[in-house]
């Protein structure tokens, strides 16, 4: 995938995190458990989907910034390896220049 691409997916691949730190962040406490709709985290640029995550679930995925949530056939095999899946949905992570762009714009950082 040329570097521009790349750049570009990141890019919204980090709005939609920054979406969903706003959604885990609105939680009312004794909610970690109970589902919540996240969006997906996926390079699309259409994409207006979601995930249903427990934010408790939710953090354990972004306890490492190189991973996302996207919905399954969202993965971008050429930049991404998929760890583990869901109920309808999959945890990538971000390989090479894309996981360092990843960890680069981490809002946790």
Known sequence: ?????Q???AKNETLFREVNEAIERGQWPGEQDSPAAFRCECGRLDCNELVSLT???YERIRSKPRRFVV???HELEEVE???TTGDGYLVIEK???AGQLAEANDPRD
């Open 1 to 5: 995938m040329e570097e521009h691409i």
């Open 55 to 57: 934010p408790r679930e």
């Open 7 to 9: 750049r570009r997916v």
């Open 81 to 83: 390896t998929i760890v």
């Open 95 to 97: 390989r090479d220049e």
């Open 71 to 73: 919905l399954t056939g």
